[in-house]
C-alpha cells in the first residue's frame, strides 16, 4: 500500500510565503517523477510545478519566479516553497507521484490535498 500525505496549507495574506509538503511513503521502490497540481472552485485542476528524479523542474507561467519545488528523495518527500502569494494562487494543492511499488507496479499516486487560502 501507498500513501501521500501533504501538508502546509492554510490562510496566509498576499504577499506572504506558505511551504507546503507531500510525503510519500509504503511499498515504494522507486519515485521517478513527482508534482504539485491545484484545483480551484469551478476551475480545473493545472499543474503548478514538477520536479523528475535528476532534479529538473518545471512550472506553470503564472508561478514562475515565485513558487519553488525541491525534493528529498531520501525521504521520498517533495515540496512546494510558495512566495509572493496572490488571491489568484488559492486553491486546493495536490501532490502526486509516479513510482514503481515494492511489488513492481509502475503507476501513478496522489494525495488528498491541502487547503491553501490567500486573503486579507
Known amino acids: 500500500q501507498v500513501q501521500l500525505v501533504e501538508s502546509g496549507g492554510g490562510l496566509v495574506q498576499p504577499g506572504g510565503s506558505l511551504r507546503l509538503s507531500c510525503a510519500a511513503s509504503?511499498?515504494?521502490?522507486?519515485?521517478?517523477?513527482m508534482g504539485w497540481y491545484r484545483q480551484a472552485p469551478g476551475q480545473q485542476r493545472e499543474l503548478v510545478a514538477a520536479i523528475t528524479g535528476g532534479g529538473s523542474t518545471n512550472y506553470a507561467d503564472s508561478v514562475k519566479g515565485r513558487f519553488t519545488i525541491s525534493r528529498d528523495n531520501a525521504k521520498n518527500t517533495v515540496y512546494l516553497q510558495m512566495d509572493s502569494l496572490k488571491p489568484e494562487d488559492t486553491a486546493v494543492y495536490y501532490c502526486?507521484?509516479?513510482?514503481?511499488?515494492?511489488?513492481?507496479?509502475?503507476?501513478?499516486?496522489g494525495g488528498q490535498g491541502t487547503q491553501v487560502t490567500v486573503s486579507s
Open positions: 502526486n507521484a509516479d513510482l514503481t511499488t515494492t511489488w513492481g507496479a509502475r503507476t501513478k499516486y
Open positions: 509504503g511499498s515504494i521502490s522507486s519515485i521517478s517523477n
